[in-house]
């Protein structure tokens, strides 16, 4: 009997092992505003469309922006866990965003309580307010209001909360570093030893600048138009905010005394229409390795990952464009010779399988002038042969920035000229002003034509930037010479990997 059992035991493991395990069973949820992708259930899905719809409508409530006719919608990935998000980036977070001129997204986790969401909420902030505040802010004010507007909170009832206070932050605002009010104002958070305490006192100041029902964050803009108009930080902080000791001494009261928030019955106009879509197991694949591709940074596994997905008998046009993507990146530098073949043949795959793939049309047409760059004898007809791949992704779709960006940005690549390069780098940034790729080139177009103060202005939103300045202040530096010199400044963008990526850390 024992043998009997023994060998049905070998016997159902081999036949465990010899199928395959399934892939996640991924959904798909199309809002006015969202276009989301989830393993995990229908009602959960539908749950979070809901909750996005809802803060969208808050946030342009509470901050008097009206909503956009057609909005280019930002793609999330909603993960099971944490520990997925952190396998993902490889450091302790539980969710970040990625403004990226080829699509902004963000991913975070689902797991049951409210971090999840209010991780998402912080996420969709900085998104919102790239989109929505035309004026650059400080690195405390970009993620204390992110912080601030996270733990908005709607009742089935109808009813939502706004502003409700942050106990992590609380905590780390009175038992971690101290940072004085000087410092927190000018600097950004790799520039704190205590990360986390950055982001509470960040909170706490927003908090508390928010509070005054009758001001309503009044102060704050008066501070953001002071010093976007060329005041020094810290004199613009003390024309509007008051004595700094004295900020500093009623923050410190503040954080340790009873904090407000605001709470409505009033009706919010949300979206409500939601689509939710099943997708199929090969479909849910391409999902999770798009993901791998744009946010996990082990592109050779990804690659071969992605090659035997496009290989198989179902391979799409899209699964292709992917595996070019990758291909592309992989090959785009020295050590590689830069030899674009196998990205070439992908995309040559994808087109032949769909030909009005637009974005398989982009990247023929930036292969066809990689040349320019790193080539020894470039064709000069492909200058024309990639615009026409760009003008097709163009007329197939208008409003896709990157189409804008590469039209452009070929011209700027020629160092040659066209009459709706402004224009079209113009209608690029208003559609994805969270990209610094297009920030950088609409910049340096309107350098070009002796525009400098409304260049500097457009990269000052990147030098503020929490995470990093992506070299926006030397570039600032270089056109604040050359306007006051009367000289021309040569600038030029091309962000790196590490530059790609903007992530706001929970």
Not at 174 to 202: C, H, M
Not at 211 to 220: A, T
Not at 229 to 234: F, I, M, V
Request: proline share 4%.
């Amino acid at each position: 009997m024992k043998n009997w059992v023994a060998g049905l035991c070998a016997l159902l493991m081999a036949l465990a092992m010899a199928v395959p395990a399934s892939a996640a069973d991924w959904k798909k949820a199309e809002t006015r505003h969202f276009v989301i992708y989830s393993d995990g259930s229908t009602s959960q899905l539908e749950d979070y469309a809901i909750q996005l719809e809802k803060f969208d409508a808050l946030l342009r409530l509470v901050f008097g922006r009206p909503a956009s006719e057609q909005p280019i919608r930002l793609r999330i990935y909603l993960l099971r866990s944490m520990g997925q998000v952190e396998d993902l980036r490889g450091r302790n977070i539980a969710g970040f965003y990625s403004p990226r001129v080829e699509g902004s997204y963000a991913v975070s986790n689902r797991e049951a309580n409210d971090r999840g969401l209010r991780t998402l909420f912080h996420e969709y902030a900085h998104h919102f307010m790239f989109n929505n505040f035309g004026i650059p802010a400080p690195a405390w004010f970009v993620e204390g209001f992110a912080e601030y507007v996270s733990t908005a909170e709607f009742k089935s009832n109808g009813e939502w909360i706004f502003g409700y206070p942050q106990k992590d932050r609380a905590y780390s605002v009175n038992n971690g570093q101290k940072i004085p009010i000087e410092a927190l104002l000018t600097s950004d958070v790799s520039e704190i030893r205590d990360g986390g305490a950055f982001y509470g006192w960040s909170w706490a100041l927003t908090h508390m600048l928010y509070s005054d029902p009758k001001k309503r964050g009044d102060q704050i803009q008066a501070y953001l138009r002071e010093i976007n108009s060329g005041t020094e930080n810290l004199e613009a902080a003390r024309k509007h905010f008051g004595d700094l000791d004295e900020l500093e001494s009623n923050l410190r009261r503040y954080v340790r005394g009873s904090m407000g928030y605001s709470k409505s019955d009033l009706t919010l106009a949300y979206a409500q229409d939601i689509r939710i879509t099943d997708l199929s197991s090969y479909e849910g694949e391409l999902v999770e390795l798009t993901l791998e591709r744009i946010a996990r940074y082990e592109p050779e596994a990804t690659r071969d990952k992605l090659r035997s997905l496009a290989e198989r008998g179902e391979g799409t046009a899209e699964s292709w464009y992917q595996l070019a993507e990758i291909e592309f990146a992989l090959n785009h530098k020295e050590e590689a010779g830069y030899d674009f073949s196998a990205a070439e043949a992908a995309v040559d795959r994808a087109l032949a399988l769909d030909g009005n793939h637009v974005r398989a049309n982009l990247l023929k047409g930036r292969l066809l002038l990689e040349p320019f760059d790193h080539g020894d004898d470039p064709d000069p007809a492909n200058w024309a042969a990639a615009r026409e791949f760009i003008g097709k992704a163009n007329r197939l779709d208008p409003a896709d920035p990157l189409a804008l960006y590469d039209f452009a940005n070929s011209y700027l690549r020629e160092g040659a000229s066209h009459p709706q390069m402004t224009d079209a780098l113009k209608m690029a940034f208003s559609l994805a002003p969270e990209a610094a790729e297009v920030r950088f080139a609409y910049a340096t177009q309107l350098a070009r034509e002796g525009r400098y103060d409304d260049a500097i202005f457009l990269l000052k939103v990147l030098a503020n930037n929490p995470h990093g300045d992506r070299g926006a202040k030397a570039v600032i530096e270089a056109l604040t010479k050359a306007r006051d010199s009367g000289g021309v400044a040569s600038i030029r963008f091309e962000p790196s990997e590490e530059e790609d990526e903007s992530t706001g850390d929970e």
